[in-house]
């Protein structure tokens, strides 16, 4: 399989450095957990106001 896959790379122009870097890319940013708990709360009421009455 792996080899289809660097067949392929070659094939539609990916290079191996660019294949590395979305590997790093990938290991950087998929550790951090999503918080899907925050966005049932609609974007209106997550603002902080903007005019504060005094």
Same mark, same amino acid.
């Given at each position: 399989?792996? &080899?289809? @896959? @660097?067949?392929? *790379?070659?094939?539609?122009?990916?290079? #191996? *450095? $660019? @294949?590395? =870097?979305? $590997?790093?890319? #990938?290991?950087?940013?998929?550790? &951090? /957990?999503? *918080? +899907?708990?925050?966005?049932?709360? /609609?974007?209106?009421? =997550? =603002?902080?106001? &903007?005019? +504060?009455?005094?």
């Amino acid at each position: 399989m792996k &080899r289809l @896959q @660097q067949w392929f *790379d070659l094939i539609a122009g990916i290079s #191996h *450095d $660019e @294949q590395a =870097r979305l $590997e790093r890319a #990938h290991a950087i940013f998929s550790t &951090r /957990p999503t *918080d +899907v708990e925050a966005l049932k709360t /609609p974007a209106c009421w =997550r =603002r902080r106001a &903007r005019i +504060v009455r005094t």
